[in-house]
C-alpha cells in the first residue's frame, strides 16, 4: 500500500489527487487550512480509517514538518510527497498593496514546496537504502512557469522558481535513489482557474489531470507538462525570440488581483 502526503488537499488539484490516490488503495495524508472541507473530504474517500487530516497552513513550518512525522510514523513511512498547495492573484509591481501580495504568493508556492519535502527526506533515504521502491517529491509547477505571463509577475516567477527548485534537488538527490518529479500542470477546471474571464486552450477536468499526474509519478518521469497539448505550446514558448514573444504576449488578459477578487465576493 503506497504511503501519499498532499498539500492543499480540500479543493482543486489536491482533492482530485487525494480522491485518485485513495481509489488506488493508498494511505493518504491530507494537508490544508480548512477542517471542515478536508473532513467533509475524507468522509467521501474509500476507506477513511486509512487516511489522515492535517488542518496545516503549508507557510507555518513548523506545523508543517510535525504532521509530515506524525504521518511517517502512523504509515510507517513514506513513498510520495506532492507539495500541491499554492495561490494565484494577478500582480503589478507598480501597483501600491501588491509587493505584500507577491511574498505571500512566493511564500506559499516556492518556500511552502521546500518546506513540505524537507521532513520527509531523511527517510526517503533510509528507506531507499535498504533497497525498497523508490521514494518520490513531487513539485506542483505550471506552464506559467516557463515564460513570463504579464500581469502574473509573482505567480509566473514562483513557478519557474519551483521548476529549477526542482531540478537541483532531482540531481541532488539522484545518489539516494530518490526521484523528484515536476508536473506543470496547463489549464485545468478548478476554483483557481474558474476566476479567469478570458479563453483557457485545452481546459482539462481536475479528474483527468490526476489521473495522468498518478501515472506520470508512478513512472518517476522528472518532467511532465499536462495536458499532452500544451506540451507542444510550451515548447514553443521556450523556442519564441524575446522579441517574438514580447509582441505576442504584450495584450494578453491578465488574471484578477487579490482585491478585485475579495470585491467580487
Same mark, same amino acid.
Given at each position: 500500500?503506497?504511503?501519499?502526503?498532499?498539500?492543499?488537499?480540500? &479543493?482543486?488539484?489536491?482533492e482530485a489527487l487525494a480522491r485518485e490516490y485513495a481509489r488506488q488503495g493508498a494511505c493518504v495524508g491530507l494537508v490544508a487550512r480548512r477542517a471542515e472541507r478536508l473532513?467533509?473530504?475524507?468522509?467521501?474517500?474509500?476507506?477513511?480509517?486509512?487516511?489522515?487530516?492535517?488542518?496545516?497552513?503549508?507557510?507555518?513550518?513548523?506545523?508543517?514538518?510535525?504532521?509530515?512525522?506524525?504521518?511517517?510514523?502512523?504509515?510507517?513511512?513514506?513513498?510520495? *510527497?506532492?507539495?500541491?498547495?499554492?495561490?494565484?492573484?494577478?500582480?503589478?509591481?507598480?501597483?501600491?498593496?501588491?509587493?505584500? *501580495?507577491?511574498?505571500?504568493?512566493?511564500?506559499?508556492?516556492?518556500?511552502?514546496?521546500?518546506a513540505t519535502f524537507a521532513p520527509f527526506i531523511a527517510t526517503m533515504k533510509m528507506q531507499a537504502a535498504r533497497g525498497g521502491p523508490a521514494p518520490r517529491l513531487v513539485?506542483?509547477?505550471?506552464?506559467?512557469?516557463?515564460?513570463?505571463?504579464?500581469?502574473?509577475?509573482?505567480?509566473?516567477? &514562483?513557478?519557474?522558481? *519551483?521548476? &529549477?527548485?526542482c531540478e537541483s534537488l532531482r540531481v541532488e538527490l539522484r545518489r539516494h535513489r530518490i526521484r523528484v518529479v515536476t508536473i506543470a500542470p496547463g489549464y485545468i477546471d478548478?476554483?483557481?482557474?474558474?476566476?479567469? &474571464?478570458?479563453?483557457?486552450?485545452?481546459?482539462?477536468?481536475?479528474?483527468?489531470?490526476?489521473?495522468?499526474? *498518478?501515472?506520470?509519478?508512478?513512472?518517476?518521469?522528472?518532467?511532465?507538462?499536462?495536458?499532452?497539448?500544451?506540451?507542444?505550446?510550451?515548447?514553443?514558448?521556450?523556442?519564441?525570440?524575446?522579441?517574438?514573444?514580447?509582441?505576442?504576449?504584450?495584450?494578453?488578459?491578465?488574471?484578477?488581483?487579490?482585491?478585485?477578487?475579495?470585491?467580487?465576493?
Amino acid at each position: 500500500m503506497q504511503r501519499v502526503f498532499i498539500t492543499g488537499a480540500s &479543493s482543486g488539484l489536491g482533492e482530485a489527487l487525494a480522491r485518485e490516490y485513495a481509489r488506488q488503495g493508498a494511505c493518504v495524508g491530507l494537508v490544508a487550512r480548512r477542517a471542515e472541507r478536508l473532513q467533509a473530504l475524507l468522509a467521501t474517500l474509500p476507506g477513511p480509517a486509512r487516511h489522515a487530516i492535517y488542518p496545516v497552513d503549508v507557510n507555518d513550518h513548523a506545523a508543517l514538518a510535525a504532521a509530515a512525522d506524525d504521518f511517517i510514523r502512523q504509515a510507517g513511512g513514506i513513498d510520495v *510527497v506532492v507539495a500541491n498547495a499554492g495561490i494565484s492573484y494577478g500582480t503589478l509591481t507598480e501597483r501600491a498593496g501588491d509587493l505584500e *501580495v507577491f511574498r505571500q504568493i512566493v511564500d506559499t508556492n516556492l518556500l511552502a514546496t521546500a518546506a513540505t519535502f524537507a521532513p520527509f527526506i531523511a527517510t526517503m533515504k533510509m528507506q531507499a537504502a535498504r533497497g525498497g521502491p523508490a521514494p518520490r517529491l513531487v513539485g506542483i509547477a505550471s506552464v506559467a512557469g516557463i515564460r513570463g505571463l504579464p500581469g502574473a509577475e509573482a505567480y509566473s516567477a &514562483s513557478k519557474a522558481a *519551483v521548476i &529549477s527548485y526542482c531540478e537541483s534537488l532531482r540531481v541532488e538527490l539522484r545518489r539516494h535513489r530518490i526521484r523528484v518529479v515536476t508536473i506543470a500542470p496547463g489549464y485545468i477546471d478548478t476554483p483557481m482557474t474558474r476566476v479567469n &474571464s478570458y479563453p483557457m486552450p485545452f481546459l482539462m477536468t481536475a479528474d483527468r489531470f490526476a489521473r495522468q499526474a *498518478v501515472r506520470t509519478i508512478g513512472a518517476g518521469r522528472s518532467y511532465a507538462v499536462i495536458p499532452w497539448q500544451m506540451r507542444g505550446v510550451s515548447w514553443l514558448l521556450r523556442l519564441l525570440p524575446n522579441w517574438l514573444y514580447d509582441a505576442a504576449f504584450a495584450r494578453a488578459p491578465h488574471k484578477p488581483s487579490r482585491d478585485q477578487l475579495n470585491a467580487s465576493e
